[in-house]
């Protein structure tokens, strides 16, 4: 008599995701929290052309999930796609290892990790969204834990990779972001059994080598074009406008071609959207005028009560939003799951509206810090506060948008909706490397009085920003309350039909 193997819990198949997306986040923000300095100091770009330069790569980086979202839902498998995505993010990170003052060869290697990016995040995202299908508060509880996983990540390797490359170099620090994925990658081969029941379509069939070329070809083109797209800043900036006419028209198309019953959660994930997009110029300051900002107007010691406990590097600043959000996730994903139970969860509207309040409080921080700066650097307390209310405000918007891609799109959207989302963030990531250039230090501006006005100035006017978009997500409320209504609606309705109509089929 045949056994059958007992099935795996959602805790087991969520930790195999969530390691992996360890790994990766490892190896990203390893090579982020360098890039922006490797371009000022090793390559001698001047602000503006290092902040456009890293705001088209992270656009491209954002965009590249609308294609590999795809592929994974209809070619080669949601976890097959994934897989394939993080060896090639390996190569990328080992190509920016090989020591050379080239920019185009920079540019290749850079077009490497828009590719694997491409074809593993959005498929990652997907299987966590598989995982706790159709129960909501396990999913905004489950993406924020997930996020989480970004932020340990994303912790050491900030933390570890500037250290590295004042004692051994740029190009062991960039090694090291390899092989965080190859870790993730031995991992995975010891667990990746318990996804063996989660995935899309293809993934229940042996690879068809030819779409599998196909796609690997594709990359391949594609590296290029990214290469290709570095160089000419005129061609970036229209390929970002052009990207984002056309994720427009694809909610359109999909809203008008949509059934009824899918209309109200299509138009509530493109509301929430829009305000992600303008989250996301917020979090690219992060590693534009932050992370120079930190470099020329921030002071290196960390004290307490006056007693010196050491010293940070400009690159490591960038930890303390990992730092902050893995404190600040569990209290956050704990009090989803205990008021939705209670049915007094708030809104994801609701929250993405106290998100843009926070964010606000944090860039005002940053702002009227500069006051009290001494000889033209703030103490590292006033960028620890900020960094922490930012930190918050990133936790109840963009840690939640996936939740909100998964709460709001049908199944049969997903992996592609997955992507959009990413193309409409790598949008406002390039309108953000734009208007950190607000904050751009000529070469020629050594005295830290005078670039410390430019970037506090920049700040306040970024909290006003943010003060905008609270009131828009607050006037916007009441429609998305009756848009998410209307969706609940509809999907209890398809649930109580789905088993009679499954009990009408058998007989």
């Given at each position: 008599m045949a056994t059958m193997n007992p099935p795996v819990s959602q805790t087991r198949s969520f930790s195999t995701v969530f390691l992996i997306e360890l790994w990766e986040r490892f190896g990203y923000y390893g090579m982020q929290a360098l890039m922006i300095y490797f371009m000022v100091e090793?390559?001698?770009?001047?602000?503006?052309?290092?902040?456009?330069?890293?705001?088209?790569?992270?656009?491209?980086?954002?965009?590249?999930?609308?294609?590999?979202?795809?592929?994974?839902?209809?070619?080669?498998?949601?976890?097959?796609?994934?897989?394939?995505?993080?060896?090639?993010?390996?190569?990328?990170?080992?190509?920016?290892?090989?020591?050379?003052?080239?920019?185009?060869?920079?540019?290749?290697?850079?077009?490497?990790?828009?590719?694997?990016?491409?074809?593993?995040?959005?498929?990652?995202?997907?299987?966590?969204?598989k995982i706790y299908e159709g129960d909501d508060s396990k999913i905004d509880s489950a993406f924020t834990l997930y996020y989480m996983a970004v932020n340990i990540g994303s912790t050491v390797s900030i933390l570890l990779t500037p250290w590295i490359k004042d004692h051994w170099g740029w190009n062991v620090a960039f090694a090291v972001c390899m092989g965080g994925l190859i870790t993730g990658l031995i991992n995975y081969a010891f667990m990746f059994r318990t996804l063996s029941h989660i995935g899309s379509p293809p993934d229940k069939h042996p690879v068809h080598k030819g779409k599998l070329a196909a796609v690997l070809g594709t990359g391949v083109v594609t590296l290029f074009v990214v290469a290709f797209i570095l160089q000419h800043d005129a061609v970036a900036k229209g390929c970002v406008y052009f990207a984002g006419v056309v994720i427009l028209a694809i909610f359109a198309y999909l809203i008008a071609k949509s059934t009824r019953s899918e209309r109200s959660g299509l138009i509530a994930a493109l509301v929430l959207t829009v305000q992600t997009l303008l989250f996301f110029i917020f979090y690219q300051q992060m590693s534009t005028s932050l992370a120079l900002f930190a470099l020329r107007n921030v002071s290196a010691e960390f004290s307490i009560f006056g007693i010196h406990l050491f010293d940070w590097l400009p690159a490591q600043y960038q930890a303390l939003n990992p730092l902050w959000i893995m404190v600040l996730s569990p209290i956050l994903a704990w009090s989803y799951t205990y008021f939705g139970k209670r049915g007094k969860d708030l809104p994801i509207a609701g929250k993405f509206a106290l998100g843009f309040a926070v964010v606000a409080i944090g860039f005002f921080i940053y702002g009227v810090g500069g006051r009290f700066a001494v000889e033209g650097r703030v103490s590292s307390w006033i960028m620890i506060w900020g960094y922490g209310s930012y930190s918050l405000g990133e936790?109840?918007?963009?840690?939640?948008?996936?939740?909100?891609?998964?709460?709001?799109?049908?199944?049969?959207?997903?992996?592609?909706?997955?992507?959009?989302?990413?193309?409409?963030?790598?949008?406002?990531?390039?309108?953000?490397?734009?208007?950190?250039?607000?904050?751009?230090?000529?070469?020629?501006?050594?005295?830290?009085?005078?670039?410390?006005?430019?970037?506090?100035?920049?700040?306040?006017?970024?909290?006003?920003?943010?003060?905008?978009?609270?009131?828009?997500?607050?006037?916007l409320l009441p429609m998305m309350k009756r848009l998410s209504a209307t969706h609940s609606e509809h999907s209890q309705a398809k649930t109580a039909t789905a088993p009679a109509s499954a009990e009408a089929a058998a007989e």
């Open positions: 090793r390559l001698g770009f001047d602000d503006d052309k290092a902040n456009l330069t890293w705001g088209a790569f992270t656009a491209l980086v954002y965009a590249a999930p609308a294609i590999g979202g795809w592929v994974g839902d209809q070619l080669l498998g949601t976890r097959r796609t994934m897989m394939i995505g993080a060896c090639i993010l390996a190569l990328g990170y080992g190509l920016l290892s090989v020591p050379t003052d080239s920019q185009y060869f920079l540019y290749c290697a850079l077009g490497v990790v828009v590719v694997g990016n491409g074809l593993f995040k959005p498929n990652a995202g997907n299987l966590v969204r936790l109840l918007v963009s840690g939640l948008g996936l939740a909100m891609i998964a709460r709001y799109v049908p199944e049969r959207m997903g992996g592609f909706m997955m992507g959009a989302y990413y193309v409409a963030t790598g949008i406002s990531q390039y309108l953000g490397s734009v208007i950190a250039n607000l904050a751009s230090i000529p070469k020629d501006m050594t005295n830290p009085m005078e670039s410390l006005a430019l970037y506090t100035d920049l700040f306040n006017k970024l909290g006003f920003v943010a003060v905008g978009g609270t009131v828009l997500a607050i006037i």
